[in-house]
């Protein structure tokens, strides 16, 4: 059974940093693209950002290009989202995903699994 357990969510004063971690279990990581998406209330889920496994290449949403940097590391089975420069409208519920295939993976419906998310508050 494959498990994402997120951590490293909390609050954060406008210009600081958290680095939200993601756990694997159950599934070959090495094989797997690791996305992030979050999901503030009242809006549908979006992209962060993702790291393939073919060629560890990372790909982000605009708004956070510069901010943010993803990372994974294959032997804890982990992936990382280091956010710097945090901004309150990056307060949202942050997923991490796992994508088998080898497109975009960019939308959602590209992801076969799912963490339970981590909250992330920005205050001003």
């Known amino acids: 059974q494959v498990h994402l357990l997120e951590s490293g969510g909390g609050l954060v004063q406008a210009g600081g940093s958290l680095r939200l971690s993601c756990a694997a279990s159950?599934?070959?990581?090495?094989?797997?693209?690791m996305g992030w998406f979050r999901q503030a209330p009242g809006k549908e889920r979006e992209f962060v950002g993702r790291?393939?496994?073919?060629?560890?290449?990372?790909l982000y949403q605009d708004s956070v290009k510069g901010r943010f940097a993803i990372s994974r590391d294959n032997a804890k089975n982990t992936v990382y989202l280091q956010m710097n420069s945090l901004k309150p409208e990056d307060t949202a519920v942050y997923y991490c995903a796992a994508d088998e295939g080898v497109g975009f993976s960019t939308k959602t419906y590209e992801y076969e699994y799912w963490g339970q998310g981590t909250q992330v508050t920005v205050s001003s």
């Open positions: 790291i393939r496994w073919t060629d560890i290449s990372t």
């Open positions: 159950g599934l070959t990581f090495t094989r797997y693209t």
